[in-house]
């Protein structure tokens, strides 16, 4: 099984200051274990910026817009304008299956929209995906961000994704 990690929306809009989710600085620590963890077993990593429109905190080449976490060299990145980033990216599925994917942890921002979204265009696409719970999080809204969370980790469990604690990735 050749695994590959796509951290979605880990940009510094959503990570510090005023606009940060709630309990970001955890987040944050959970993430950086993660991707530490990928590098260390040297597995394909993809960094994925969502672009937002002028004003927004996430517009491109904004503080907000930039990662959190710098890619390294060989580390592939890849913007959209679409939650799936394999929507805006029609070729991302075929790069990864190249390199050996097979099974694919997504993990980074916002639980209901974009990483839900991406999980989801992952599994149409041939791969297996692995959500792990604390690796993606989310505003608080319609409702605290707990519950939405906890309700888009149901939903991708019926739809077949794996979802494992955090500390259950292995990436090998």
């Known amino acids: 099984m050749g695994y590959g990690l796509m951290l979605v929306d880990?940009?510094?809009?959503?990570?510090?200051?005023?606009?940060a989710i709630p309990g970001a600085d955890a987040f944050r620590a959970a993430l950086g274990a993660l991707l530490e963890a990928a590098r260390d077993e040297g597995v394909p990593i993809v960094?994925?910026?969502n672009d937002g429109g002028p004003g927004e905190p996430d517009e491109p080449g904004t503080a907000g817009w930039e990662f959190v976490?710098?890619?390294e060299p060989g580390e592939p990145v890849v913007r959209k304008d679409d939650p799936d980033t394999f929507l805006s990216n029609p070729a991302l599925a075929d790069?990864?299956?190249a390199m050996g994917v097979d099974t694919l942890v997504v993990a980074g921002l916002q639980s209901?929209?974009?990483?839900?979204?991406t999980a989801l265009g992952a599994l149409e696409r041939g791969f297996a995906v692995v959500v792990p719970s604390g690796a993606h999080a989310t505003f608080d809204g319609g409702a605290p961000a707990a519950e939405v969370i906890a309700q888009v980790t149901l939903e991708l469990d019926a739809a077949g994704v794996e979802v494992v604690?955090?500390?259950e990735v292995?990436?090998?």
């Open 10 to 19: 880990v940009q510094r809009n959503m990570l510090e200051g005023a606009t």
């Open 47 to 49: 960094h994925v910026a």
């Open 69 to 71: 976490f710098a890619p």
């Open 95 to 97: 790069v990864l299956h």
């Open 112 to 117: 209901e929209r974009c990483v839900q979204a």
């Open 165 to 167: 604690e955090l500390d």
């Open 170 to 172: 292995i990436f090998r």
